[in-house]
């Protein structure tokens, strides 16, 4: 039988392919729970344990240096004060450096949403949050605690955002 470099070629891609197949089964799976990581109230508000939150609830990580972050806490509060009975909101100011500014970012926007601060980045690459690359990125948090969706990125609308809970946390709003 002669080999052919097509033939050759096709064994090898399918070798690859099942051996690097066969490593990623091996990885492990992230968690499915918020990190256990306290975090402080924003501009003195009520520190919040992460592991304990119980949803349902969406987490928005932002930061006033961030554009997106700046165009969405509007509607996070109007979502908030529409269906904040039904979903809780919490805002993680992460990795902001200049606290008086998102303390004027919270007040030109009207949030009355709950806010705390991640100024080190903690929450990173913890509990169900990956590394963090990019603001704004969300979590959805059902009521045992369990992180039913990340969500890397804004939003454009209140309606998305009620989407995404209807979907994601099994509430109908």
């Not at 499915?32 to 990581?37: A, L, Q, R, S």
């Not at 529409?82 to 450096?97: F, K, M, R, W």
């Amino acid at each position: 039988m002669t080999r052919t470099p097509t033939r050759t070629a096709a064994a090898l891609a399918t070798v690859l392919a099942l051996s690097l197949g066969a490593c990623s089964a091996d990885e492990p799976e992230r968690p499915t729970t918020m990190p256990d990581v306290t975090l402080a109230g924003f501009d003195g508000g009520e520190a919040v344990d992460l592991g304990e939150l119980r949803g349902p609830a969406l987490v928005n990580l932002w930061a006033s240096w961030c554009g997106p972050c700046r165009e969405e806490m509007p509607l996070l509060e109007e979502f908030h004060q529409q269906h904040g009975d039904e979903v809780s909101v919490l805002g993680i100011d992460y990795q902001d450096a200049q606290p008086a500014k998102a303390a004027e970012l919270v007040a030109q926007t009207g949030v009355t949403y709950q806010l705390v601060t991640d100024p080190d980045g903690e929450v990173s690459g913890q509990g169900a949050f990956p590394n963090l690359r990019g603001l704004p990125f969300w979590a959805l948090v059902d009521a045992d605690g369990t992180v039913t969706h990340l969500k890397a990125g804004e939003v454009d609308s209140v309606d998305e955002i009620v989407a995404l809970a209807e979907q994601h946390l099994g509430v109908t709003l």
